[in-house]
Nanobody, 123 residues
Framework: VQLQASGGGLVQAGGSLRLSCAAS????????AAWFRQAPGKEREFVGA????????YGADSVKGRFTISRDNAKNTVYLQMNNLKPEDTAVYYC?????????????????WGQGTQVTVSS
């Protein structure tokens, strides 16, 4: 499956963005879809994931309560709603997909990746 991430941009602290990840070539039904992010000089980190049944898991405590993952299987698209953005959320955000429903916080289980979309939060 090919993934195309979009929706990034420049936003002031406290603002919101919604990232989209559109899949093509194969349906996302049956797959776990996730978002990762990589800030400059840092390793890529798990943001959150949602199984095809709708069970969501989030990564760092810093995003819990502010970020929400959702998916529209009819549109073959996964979303990441980000509210109350902070400068430390600045990163390239990647979407990914895997047929697995376990170890989904590990990037190693994902076999499809989008190209990344830049999110910059100014203070």
């Amino acid at each position: 499956v090919q993934l195309q991430a979009s929706g990034g941009g420049l936003v002031q602290a406290g603002g919101s963005l919604r990232l989209s990840c559109a899949a093509s070539g194969r349906t996302l039904v049956g797959s776990t879809a996730a978002w990762f992010r990589q800030a400059p000089g840092k390793e890529r980190e798990f943001v959150g994931a949602m199984t095809w049944r709708g069970t969501s898991t989030y990564g760092a405590d810093s995003v819990k309560g502010r970020f929400t993952i959702s998916r529209d299987n009819a549109k073959n698209t996964v979303y990441l709603q980000m509210n109350n953005l902070k400068p430390e959320d600045t990163a390239v955000y990647y979407c990914a997909a895997t047929p697995r429903t376990y170890y989904i916080t590990s990037e190693g289980v994902y076999n499809s990746w989008g190209q990344g979309t830049q999110v910059t939060v100014s203070s």
